[in-house]
């Protein structure tokens, strides 16, 4: 009796081990501005010029951007910041919103929304004063949640 709780406790441990490691996410870009150059980074490291990128486990403090004439991290640009982790506890999963706090500023309609999970949930920028961006570091009520695990991300511009 032993040996079968034994292999019991590690069949679980196993099987959440496998499912931490299958985490992915996948950030997808729609240019209907017909310029510019779709831009994903963390780090400091350009992850997408845009294609699709599929992170393997989570995408932590990316920015997006459409690069027509940005800075190196999208200075001077409308940019979406986002973090897309699996959630290990409530309120622990993605978060993603849109930037125009300086060196930021409009340069684009920008958008984002979910997929794959908490799809409808996003949020659209067409001007320099939309209330759905982050203008000053206080304007945390235009972050927008999502708590699916392998949730993606569609970036559109221009719509």
């Given at each position: 009796m032993f040996s079968f709780f034994k292999f019991t406790a590690l069949v679980v441990v196993a099987a959440t081990i496998?499912?931490?490691a299958q985490e992915a996410h996948t950030v997808t870009f729609t240019n209907l501005c017909g310029t510019g150059v779709p831009t994903l980074k963390a780090n400091g490291v350009t992850l997408s010029?845009?294609?699709p990128f599929t992170s393997s486990g989570a995408l932590i403090s990316a920015?997006?951007?459409?690069?027509v004439g940005c800075g190196a991290n999208g200075e001077g640009?409308?940019?979406?910041e986002t973090t897309l982790v699996n959630p290990t506890t409530p309120g622990s999963g993605s978060s993603t919103d849109i930037s125009l706090i300086p060196p930021h500023s409009f340069s684009v309609t920008t958008g984002f929304g979910y997929s794959n999970g908490c799809?409808?949930?996003?949020?659209?920028?067409t001007d320099a004063n939309c209330p759905t961006a982050f203008h000053v570091s206080t304007d945390t009520n235009v972050q927008v949640a999502c708590q699916v695990d392998n949730v993606n991300l569609v970036i559109t511009f221009c719509d």
């Open positions: 496998e499912a931490r010029t845009g294609g920015i997006a951007y459409l690069d640009c409308t940019t979406v799809d409808g949930s996003g949020a659209d920028c």
